[in-house]
Nanobody, 112 residues
């Protein structure tokens, strides 16, 4: 049974940082592509960042240079380091792995 559990969300001021984590069981991040998505109120879910089996990554234009996706194969955990956060980054963030498995989401709110 595949399970993805996100953590690390919260309330942060503009310009601040957060690191999201996604711990997996029943599936390996080292052998699958994975990504972070987000959904803001009233908007469609969108891709934020992806990491491939090779370790290569790509990012949405809106987060390039501010967010970094990574994984720890030993811990079987996916990360999203988010710096220079903006109010428009406010959303529920989800991790996803190949096979259309999703986590439950973690809320990120950027506000002063």
């Amino acid at each position: 049974q595949v399970q993805l559990v996100e953590s690390g969300g919260g309330l942060v001021q503009p310009g601040g940082s957060l690191r999201l984590s996604c711990a997996a069981s029943g599936v390996s991040f080292s052998m699958n592509a994975a990504g972070w998505y987000r959904q803001a109120p009233g908007k469609e879910r969108e891709l934020v960042a992806r990491i491939f089996i090779s370790g290569s990554t790509n990012y949405a234009d809106s987060v390039k240079g501010r967010f970094t996706i990574s994984r720890d194969n030993a811990k079987n955990t996916l990360y999203l380091q988010m710096n220079s956060l903006k109010p428009e980054d406010t959303a529920v963030y989800y991790c996803k792995i190949t096979g259309n498995y999703w986590g439950q989401g973690t809320q990120v709110t950027v506000s002063s």
